[in-house]
């Protein structure tokens, strides 16, 4: 962003992997990055705190979605080569795999349809087809269970905006669980929309990042 194209400030946003990068921006580069954007943030609860009633329905609710939708990470992170053959061999099984997450991540009430039209799967899928590139997505999976310790991220100090969407996966406990961690500086508990905001509600998207942003500026 500074060397290449030339932005002496700027902000940054991302989602699931993308907001790692993003979080990692703000925390390594708080000189030049004047504020960041989330869908939610991974966090612990506070050590020797007892928890609120809000905490452990979090917690419990965390605990159901892992049970329920956590097998494909679990099988990505530990055989992942075994899983990436099949589905490179079978164009159904790859449609199947990778569908099934738009479906259950979604904001659509179980008609994948609603939110996503068969040219926009299909141009997905086609991606991943036609390079073969299934197995290496799932290296990310495999690399955190098998790599080295992760580096332990100080407290980001940087403004911080959190967009919570009602279908996304469970990852964002009470807020109160961050503040120790991020300079939170809003916190919007969005009407709609799931896992893929971009895709599915670009237009409440694109508003909450304006709505963020523009003080910053």
Partial sequence: MTEHLGYSRFGAQGQDIGAAVTIS?????PDVVAGIHVPGVLMFPPANQP???EGREFLSRQERWRNAEGAYAHQQSTYPQTLAVGLNDSPAGLAAWIVEKFRAWSDCDGDVERRFTKDELLTTLTLYWVTGSINSSFLFYYE????SEPRIQSRV???LGVALFPKENPI???REWAQ???NITRW???PRGGHFPAAEEPELLATELREFFRPLR
């Fill in 25 to 29: 921006l703000g925390a390594e580069h």
């Fill in 180 to 182: 120790a961690e991020y």
């Fill in 51 to 53: 928890s609120s009633d």
């Fill in 144 to 147: 955190s269970q098998h790599g």
């Fill in 157 to 159: 100090g940087v403004p």
């Fill in 188 to 190: 919007t508990e969005m």
């Fill in 172 to 174: 964002t406990g009470p």
